[in-house]
């Protein structure tokens, strides 16, 4: 059971279906979709909202899925602080992951995650990925691409 070209190491079934292996995923999220909502008090508040849309490609460049992503801002400072949701949809399902992101100005249409490369908390999954826990580590490119490397729990 192989995504082709998308796998960095041998691929198995993710837990909640027929094996019990771990799993390494590898993409590039790019052609961002971006929006902005802000809500409340003019520039970055609590409250706020970014969306962002990727195609997922392998690094040759296969399409292979998407990720939707919607950060809601928390606490706005020196430091805005966001909850971040997304979900990366697959041929044979979805990969579900939660955490938390900051950022200098939330609302800046130009603005990127502080770090460099940030983890998410696998969720959960649908599909092949029913059940699905793990890490999911985000890397930040230019021109709003980004490399995922998603860490199944075998």
């Known amino acids: 059971m192989t995504v082709p070209s998308a796998i960095a190491a041998p691929a198995h079934a993710a837990p909640g279906s027929q094996g019990s292996s771990a799993q390494r995923l ?3 999220g790019k052609d961002a979709k971006l929006g902005i909502n802000d809500n409340g008090a003019p520039g970055s508040s609590a409250g706020d909202v970014r969306t962002l849309a990727l195609t997922m ?3 040759s460049g296969t399409v292979v899925g998407t990720a939707d992503v919607v950060q809601t801002l928390t606490d706005e400072g020196a430091v805005d602080r966001a909850v971040k949701t997304l979900v990366i949809s697959l041929p044979k ?3 579900s992951g939660m955490g938390l992101t900051t950022f200098n100005d ?4 130009t603005s990127r995650p502080n770090d460099r490369i940030e983890q998410i908390a696998i969720v959960g999954g649908t599909g092949k990925y029913r059940g ?4 999911i580590d985000i890397e930040i490119l230019p021109n709003f691409n980004s490399r995922w490397r998603i860490s199944l729990d075998g």
């Open 57 to 59: 490609t392998t690094a």
């Open 132 to 135: 699905a826990s793990g890490v």
């Open 93 to 95: 399902g979805t990969i």
């Open 26 to 28: 590898v993409f590039i």
């Open 106 to 109: 939330f609302i800046s249409p």
